[in-house]
């Protein structure tokens, strides 16, 4: 299956300051990717789909100017999460789909956000 | 409203047992169902059903979709262990989307 790898696998940072998050395809080039967030013991919730070489759309509910998506190549995601506050703390997930063109998605590890 | 429902939501078995996780779905123009896997960490991809009757099987894990009832069941034989995990059903929302619809899960548990 296709490998897809996120940066960092955790990270704590302080309220008010930003985060990056990365998500690469590594053997294949992605046009599209999908972030997710998970709470404890819940399922994934897709937050946006992002879109190589133009604007990431979200789903609803999801604030697109604290959670700021960049897809600039075929093989690179990232999510930034601004002005971090405690609530945003979570299990971020990327994952892209099946570069075979079936509806499989590939997951990223997943980065452990702690804001404190 | 798409949407995916496992059940059940949580199982203890021994190791050895051999368990049944359900889920069912409700998807306009149904396309396919994904079956995932979920320690600690993200997802993994275990099998993608799109035809009924015709059975999956990876080792002791093999999963099969009826889509005149509208369910896949996946079965693992022999549980490990390892075996312990969420494991995730999935389908595409309706309407050509390629975003997935998840179920919240089952939680397997496999006790020595």
């Known amino acids: 299956g296709a490998v897809v790898s996120q940066h960092p696998s955790w990270v704590i940072c302080k309220s008010g300051t930003s985060v990056k998050i990365e998500c690469r395809s590594l053997d294949f080039q992605a046009t599209t990717m999908f972030w997710y967030r998970q709470f404890p013991k819940q399922s994934l919730m897709l937050m946006a789909t992002?879109?190589?070489?133009?604007?990431?759309?979200?789903e609803q509910g999801v604030e697109k100017d604290k959670f700021l998506i960049n897809h600039a190549s075929l093989t690179l995601s990232t999510l930034t999460v601004t002005s971090a506050h405690p609530e945003d703390s979570s299990f971020y997930i990327c994952?892209?789909?099946?570069?075979?063109?079936?509806?499989?998605?590939?997951f990223g590890p997943g980065t452990r956000l702690t804001v404190l | 409203e798409d949407k995916v429902v496992q059940s059940p939501l949580s199982l203890v078995v021994h190791e050895g047992d051999t368990v049944t996780l359900n889920c069912s779905y409700e998807v306009t123009n149904f396309r396919s169902l994904l079956w995932y896997k979920q320690e600690k960490k993200a997802p993994t991809f275990l099998f993608m059903l799109t035809s009924s009757g015709i059975e999956k099987k990876s080792g002791r894990l093999s999963s099969i979709l009826d889509k005149k009832e509208l369910f896949s069941i996946l079965n693992i034989t022999a549980t490990q262990t390892g075996d312990s995990a969420v494991y995730l059903c999935?389908?595409?929302?309706?309407?050509?989307?390629?975003?997935?619809?998840f179920g919240k899960g089952t939680k397997l548990t496999v006790n020595p």
């Open positions: 999935a389908s595409p929302r309706g309407g050509g989307s390629e975003k997935l619809v």
């Open positions: 994952s892209a789909r099946d570069p075979q063109g079936t509806d499989t998605q590939y």
């Open positions: 992002s879109n190589e070489g133009s604007k990431a759309t979200y």
